[in-house]
């Protein structure tokens, strides 16, 4: 999130590699799916009533259960960077990753100190 001082996202994708079957959506984000990406529901497992529901992210569609990393996320050819093919659909808990710069730092991101070092970290893309 560029909106937190002293952070700038590196695209090393970390926050992806690591502790994506921990994650849940949140019931605009199924809203959304349902609405624009359909296919997305597919990856997830929704629990409660419309209006209140939560879905678990991101199954393994072939074998039915979770997975440590998002399946959405791709290496760019050739750099040590990582892009979201979701990008314009992910889930709200990935939008507001990290809350904040202190957050970063405790989950081990190299973006909470990036800024200071004048880095110009990359956007998401959308190839689905």
């Known amino acids: 999130m ?5 952070f700038e996202c590196t695209s090393c994708g970390k926050c992806c590699l690591e502790g994506a079957s921990q994650l849940q959506a949140v019931e605009s984000d199924i809203e959304m799916w349902e609405k624009n990406a359909p296919h ?3 990856y997830v497992t929704i629990h409660g009533k ?4 939560t879905a678990d992210l991101w199954l393994s569609f072939s074998a039915r259960k979770q997975t440590t990393r998002c399946k959405w996320i791709r290496k760019f050819p050739g750099r040590e960077q990582y892009y979201c093919r ?3 659909w992910r889930p709200q808990v990935c939008r507001r990753y990290p809350i904040s710069l202190e957050h970063a ?3 081990d991101c190299p973006g909470a100190e990036v800024s200071d070092k004048g880095f110009q ?3 998401g893309t959308t190839d689905v």
Not at 2 to 6: E, H, L, V, W
Not at 50 to 53: H, I, S
């Open 2 to 6: 560029s909106d937190i001082p002293g």
């Open 40 to 42: 997305l529901l597919a």
């Open 50 to 53: 419309t209006g209140q529901r």
């Open 86 to 88: 979701i990008y314009q």
């Open 105 to 107: 730092r405790f989950t």
């Open 121 to 123: 970290g990359t956007t």
